[in-house]
């Protein structure tokens, strides 16, 4: 599989590739907290419709639950990695305010100096 993956990876345009990609990432921020709940010390995630009409999910411990008290999550993905399943949260976060920009210096590599700085002030 992980063959034909590649060979087919390597005919097809980027174009279709970041087209998909770029969908991917809409339907993603398009639906935050979507099949996943944490509730005290669990982890309850919601594994879709039986063939009976009842709905499935499963609940995991989860004692690290207390660090995203207070915290926007917007996603949830479940990675598998070296035999260890973990679940990897993205959290919203307020950014700092910017301070103004006043002066800027571009450095630029040279082979006789270590670098010729131009700043905004000439």
Aim: without cysteine; charged residues 20%.
């Amino acid at each position: 599989m992980k063959l034909k993956t590649q060979v087919l990876l390597k005919v097809v345009h980027s174009s279709p590739l970041k087209n998909t990609a770029l969908r991917i990432s809409q339907a993603i921020q398009d639906e935050p907290n979507k099949g996943f709940k944490i509730k005290n010390q669990t982890l309850i995630l919601s594994l879709g419709m039986g063939q009976d009409r009842k709905q499935r999910t499963i609940t995991i411990s989860m004692p690290e639950a207390h660090l995203l008290k207070d915290q926007t999550v917007r996603n949830l993905r479940i990675v598998f990695e070296l035999g260890t399943y973990s679940a990897v949260f993205t959290v919203q976060k307020q950014l700092p305010i910017q301070k103004p920009i006043s002066k800027v210096i571009a450095l630029d590599p040279n082979r006789k100096n270590l670098a010729y700085g131009v700043g905004t002030d000439g």
